[in-house]
């Protein structure tokens, strides 16, 4: 649908603030932010404001002006930003907050929010917050996305004995921070309702909207073509949940049904696949990389299966598979996040029960293409990004 604004509707000038730009689309806070901008554009003048590792590519910027009045992309140094997350630690902030944070970065920001003098201010990520303390007389929200003290602590229980005492430590300090920014905003999204009921729960903060992730499904939608694979993994595999997720899946269930189906086959696809995933191809398991096009590596499986149990939010892999007609097996923790799937997604916690549910989806084809057309249906009805993004409609109170 081409975008349309209407400038006798628009109500606020909202600075956007973000540690990363919106373009590409290449990781789940980017892909959320820029539907989020898009949805906002329609009522609002935005402004925004964005991190950006160099090299930074200067043509990004350009799609993004249909939407945005004003766009400053301020540079952002990995070597120079690893010595703020040591510094910062000093300080009392997390290393996740801390790499972010720079005193130069803080005046730059300054400078724009007094130059450009917004009516609201959006930050997405805990990580940005600080950049704006003690802005008592502007209105500001903030989206949390997930619970990144809930995600740090499923790190900690699944790391040694050393990692595990470091990541309770980045957990408590991010616990900290949380409550401390419950103060600083009016509003305050999140994903995923788990990740809601836990800030609630542990008295970090106390009044929440659920905002979902949702999926263009004109973009997702199914391909007829050949299925070359019977199971498809897809997401950014340099990111850790995934990584674990991936050699769980290859080492825990495909290989031990390889057994029973010697010519079973498996893609793992994403960008910037770690090491250790690199290390999985081989005896049916392709490794595919970084893909133009993501929806290919859908359409190529018959099964999507995802076994993820690090992490925290909504899994927008699992969204877009169920777009395509791809019937999906996951975790509990996944479907939770998602809300009532009830014969929509099969749930598995052992390798056993993944197995026991591909083999019968393998084996029967009418069964994949039913589960598959009410999942595309549900996720019409419920995951479009204009309903998803509905809630956003407060910042006109």
């Not at 990520?125 to 990144?148: E, G, N």
């Not at 790190?155 to 430590?169: C, D, P, T």
């Not at 960008?271 to 398991?285: C, H, K, R, S, W």
Request: net charge positive; hydrophobic share 40%; with cysteine.
């Amino acid at each position: 649908m081409p975008f349309s604004k209407h400038p006798d509707d628009i109500t606020l000038k909202l600075l956007v603030l973000s540690s990363r730009f919106p373009l590409p689309l290449e990781k789940g806070d980017k892909l959320r932010l820029f539907h989020q901008i898009r949805y906002l554009a329609h009522r609002h003048q935005i402004i925004l404001v964005s991190l950006a590792e160099e090299p930074f590519d200067q043509s990004l910027v350009k799609p993004m002006q249909e939407f945005c009045e004003e766009i400053y992309v301020i540079p952002h140094r990995r070597n120079k930003n690893m010595l703020n997350a040591i510094l910062g630690l000093t300080r009392g902030l997390p290393a996740n907050i801390g790499y972010f944070y720079s005193p130069s970065t803080k005046r730059k920001i300054d400078g724009i929010i007094e130059k450009t003098r917004p009516d609201f201010i959006y930050v997405q990520l805990i990580r940005m917050a600080p950049y704006i303390k003690h802005r008592r007389s502007i209105d500001m929200a903030i989206d949390y996305m997930d619970a990144f003290s809930l995600r740090v602590q499923r790190r900690a229980s699944q790391s040694g004995y050393l990692l595990n005492f470091l990541w309770q430590i980045e957990a408590f300090l991010i616990k900290r921070q949380e409550r401390r920014f419950a103060d600083w905003f009016r509003y305050h999204f999140i994903i995923a309702e788990t990740d809601q009921k836990f800030l609630h729960e542990e008295q970090l903060v106390p009044s929440m909207t659920l905002l979902k992730n949702g999926v263009d499904t004109l973009f997702y939608r199914p391909r007829i073509g050949h299925q070359k694979y019977d199971i498809v993994f897809v997401g950014n595999m340099s990111y850790h949940p995934n990584i674990l997720a991936a050699e769980y899946l290859v080492r825990k269930i495909f290989q031990p049904f390889q057994k029973r189906r010697p010519d079973l086959t498996l893609l793992i696809a994403g960008a910037d696949p770690a090491p250790t995933v690199i290390q999985l191809a081989g005896n049916g398991v392709v490794i595919s990389g970084y893909m133009d096009d993501i929806r290919e590596a859908y359409a190529s499986g018959r099964v999507f299966v995802a076994p993820i149990f690090a992490g925290s939010g909504m899994q927008n892999k699992i969204l877009e598979a169920m777009s395509m007609e791809i019937p999906c097996i996951t975790s509990y923790q996944v479907i939770n996040a998602i809300g009532s799937v009830e014969n929509l997604i099969f749930g598995a916690m052992i390798p056993d029960e993944y197995i026991e549910h591909l083999a019968r989806l393998l084996d029967n084809e009418d069964e994949r293409k039913l589960v598959g057309k009410r999942s595309r249906q549900f996720i019409v009805e419920n995951f479009s990004w204009d309903v998803c993004c509905g809630p956003l409609d407060k910042l006109n109170d």
